[in-house]
């Protein structure tokens, strides 16, 4: 339902396009399960990616940060649609894994962020992917599917900086329409090995990254 909601109501906030490798977007994700891996710049992430991978017709569960449970109304929805808590920082966190795992054994994909936190950074602009945890890479070699590179740009334009600062961005993207591109990679058969997978996963998103930041400035968005 998040997922339904949120293509539905981003065109009031901004101008969201996709891409995908292939181009056909009949082709571009496993027909089966897979592990979604997206960079990650700012809270309304969730949001821009969800919409944009209904387009591509596939509503994947999101593991996000448990915080966000927290949040009156959204997280019963959250919980009501089968999304993941992840207690970063806590004995619970590998929890977090084990659901997603049954998850993708049930046939569902997942969605997640590979650098496991927002950049620090309060400026509007566009940064590579941080270095990645190795979460991703360790689900996607232990349910034995493809990992999918996710690259997203533009969406700190939509919502970055403090508190406040964010709020006024949301606020006052109807009047603004920030323009945002998602890109899709091509599926990945990862390495055995969990170093070996997690840098391979990286330097996919950051290719897919790179595309939509292309794909903004060929619109004119620099």
């Known amino acids: 339902m998040l997922t339904r909601i949120a293509d539905a109501l981003f065109p009031a906030f901004g101008s969201l396009s996709v891409t995908a490798d292939p181009a056909d977007?009949?082709?571009?994700?496993?027909?089966?399960?897979?592990?979604?891996?997206?960079?990650?710049?700012?809270?309304?992430?969730?949001?821009?990616?969800?919409?944009?991978?209904?387009?591509?017709?596939?509503?994947?569960?999101?593991m996000a940060a448990a915080g966000l449970w927290r949040i009156p109304v959204l997280g019963a929805a959250l919980a009501r649609d089968g999304h993941i808590p992840v207690h970063r920082g806590t004995a619970r966190a590998a929890e977090a894994l084990d659901r997603a795992a049954r998850v993708i054994a049930d046939g569902r994909s997942v969605l997640l962020y590979g650098e496991g936190r927002l950049p620090t950074r309060r400026d509007p602009g566009e940064e590579a992917p941080g270095p990645f945890r190795s979460g991703a890479a360790r689900l996607a070699l232990a349910a034995g599917v493809p990992l999918v590179p996710v690259g997203q740009a533009g969406a700190r334009r939509l919502c970055s900086g403090g508190t406040l600062k964010q709020l006024a961005g949301a606020l006052t993207a109807p009047a603004r329409r920030p323009r945002l591109h998602v890109h899709v990679g091509a599926a990945l058969n990862l390495p055995a090995a969990v170093p070996e997978a997690s840098a391979h996963a990286h330097r996919a998103v950051t290719a897919a990254w790179r595309t939509a930041v292309d794909a903004l400035a060929a619109s004119g968005v620099r």
């Open 25 to 62: 977007p009949a082709d571009s994700l496993p027909r089966g399960a897979c592990v979604l891996v997206a960079n990650h710049t700012s809270l309304c992430d969730p949001v821009v990616v969800a919409a944009a991978l209904r387009r591509l017709g596939t509503e994947p569960v999101i």
